[in-house]
């Protein structure tokens, strides 16, 4: 059944304590629980932003690869076109949650999908295939990040289902993230957010040690500075803001399979039925 406005509100709610909520599923029964009512069976994708892939499909084409090599971003447009029904949010739980002053509240969600028809239309509105296309874009051009996949917590707030007919594109910032919670919650709940297949992210020799890459810009606080150097771990999803922001141009963010548009729709595929 879909969720009226007055639950919405009380989520919001609720949004600010999320660190807290996460702390909490690691104690074993408690993240038992909520993993299966919120998570279970979920694959989430972080896209890496197109401004930073480029770069290496460029060079990968200068070395010889087909010329018309796709972006991450085309893993979207690819969906949007498969999928029989589009719903576009006219808020960002999130950003609007927390009140986001750097990136605007009031783009949300692209879902996709049968289970989208039932979300509450005072929360958004359905639209055709271009005007997704158009909305995917915007979202990029204001600097948000796209999430995708199968997210069983969307299916549950919104009130909607079943969650294999729900494909959730998030739209999402550095500062109000859902998922910046990863650090804290039950690994196993974190371990169904990850990275592009093919995608590696290192710092090079040319690290001057400056640390702007470990000042609020990784979703998941994988960055840290050591003997002066920054050091990526290995909770890293690949989204690539750390590339953009280093003023030494000493990351580099890589993708080592070719086939990574074809293997990452079959992975959302395996998830979530849209058409």
């Not at 993240?31 to 694959?43: A, N, P, R, Y």
């Not at 079943?162 to 039950?186: Q, R």
């Not at 998941?220 to 750390?242: F, H, M």
Request: proline share 5%; glycine share 8%; charged share 25%.
């Amino acid at each position: 059944m879909a969720r009226p406005l007055w639950f919405v509100q009380m989520l919001k709610q609720t949004f600010p304590n999320v660190s807290l909520i996460a702390k909490l599923t690691n104690i074993p029964i408690i993240g038992k629980i909520v993993e299966k009512m919120l998570f279970e069976g979920d694959d989430i994708i972080y896209l890496p932003k197109d401004t930073v892939a480029r770069k290496t499909i460029e060079l990968s084409t200068s070395l010889g690869q087909p010329e018309e090599a796709a972006l991450p971003s085309e893993i979207v447009h690819r969906l949007i076109d498969q999928a029989e029904f589009h719903w576009i949010m006219n808020f960002c739980i999130c950003r609007d949650s927390s009140d986001c002053k750097d990136y605007p509240t009031k783009m949300g969600c692209l879902f996709m999908g049968e289970a989208a028809k039932d979300i509450n239309p005072l929360l958004g509105r359905p639209v055709g295939k271009e005007e997704a296309h158009e909305y995917a874009r915007r979202c990029r051009e204001e600097g948000l990040v796209h999430l995708i996949g199968r997210n069983k917590l969307d299916a549950v707030w919104l009130g909607v289902g079943p969650e294999e007919k729900l494909l959730t594109v998030c739209n999402c910032c550095p500062c109000c993230c859902l998922w910046k919670i990863l650090p804290d919650v039950n690994p196993e709940i974190g371990r169904k957010v990850t990275k592009m297949v093919g995608v590696d992210v290192k710092v090079t020799d040319a690290c001057a040690g400056c640390g702007t890459c470990t000042e609020g810009v990784c979703f998941v606080d994988a960055i840290t500075l050591v003997d002066g150097k920054s050091v990526i771990g290995a909770e890293c999803r690949g989204c690539g803001r750390c590339v953009e922001v280093c003023p030494e141009g000493a990351i580099e963010l890589t993708i080592e399979d070719d086939r990574f548009l074809e293997e990452s729709l079959a992975r959302v595929s395996a998830k979530v039925d849209v058409t």
